[in-house]
């Protein structure tokens, strides 16, 4: 485990780029107030952190980060994870979340995803235990392809889209699909269900 005292992780701190990338025994992390603040990059920082279970991330944390792709993908154990502050800045997220079964609920804090602007395609692959994504306002489109999101979790990711146009959200493979509402979002396609 990690325990990050405070005033530690600040603004001298700018590269996350595989820092923790393959620490699998690393089950449990926790960072101080202002952790991250000013880190550019967190491309693949916790990508095969297989036992890390919960993650929470302080308030302020990855608002000047641009790069996140596969950010916490194989954590195969992960459950839960929780990002303090809106991802304004984050240009790429793409295979963020790719093969972590266990994961059952991301928490976004609101404000979106302003600038993102590579494909997010990936993002949920291999999710298949993921029930709930909180403030999802996600501006491309993605797919949840055999997640296990039920009718109020798909509206709720549905309310929190921003409204676009031309791009796609797949929800497809899970119960969730025959009682869900994606007219919520009319200017939104959705991949009819399989």
Same mark, same amino acid.
């Given at each position: 485990e990690?325990?990050f ?15 923790f ?12 107030? =202002?952790a991250?603040?000013h880190?550019?990059?967190? +491309?693949?920082? !916790? #990508? $095969? @952190? %297989? *036992? &890390?279970? /919960?993650?929470v ?17 194989n ?23 790719t ?12 404000? =979106?995803f ?6 997010? +395609?990936?993002? !949920? #692959? $291999? @999710? %298949? *235990? &993921?029930? /709930?994504i ?12 055999n997640?296990r ?19 796609t ?24 269900r399989?």
């Open positions: 990690l325990t005292p405070a005033g530690t992780l600040g603004s001298s701190l700018t590269n996350l780029t595989q820092t990338n393959g620490c699998g025994r690393l089950a449990s992390l926790t960072l101080p107030s =202002g991250f603040s880190v550019t990059s967190a +491309a693949s920082a !916790f #990508n $095969g @952190c %297989s *036992a &890390l279970g /919960r993650v991330f302080p308030s302020g944390a990855f608002v000047a980060t641009t790069s996140m792709g596969s950010f916490l993908a954590c195969t154990a992960l459950r839960f994870v929780e990002f303090g502050s809106a991802l304004t800045a984050v240009t790429d997220i793409g295979a963020m979340f093969t972590c079964a266990l994961l059952q609920h991301i928490k976004f804090a609101s404000g =979106g302003a600038s993102l602007s590579s494909a997010t +395609a990936n993002l !949920f #692959n $291999g @999710c %298949s *235990a &993921l029930s /709930r909180e403030n999802c306002s996600l501006p491309l489109t993605f797919s949840l392809l997640c999101l039920g009718a109020a979790a798909l509206d709720e990711i549905y309310t929190a889209l921003p409204t676009i146009s031309s791009q959200l797949t929800v497809t493979g899970y119960f969730g699909t025959s009682a869900d509402s994606p007219s919520i979002r009319s200017s939104m396609e959705r991949t009819p399989i």
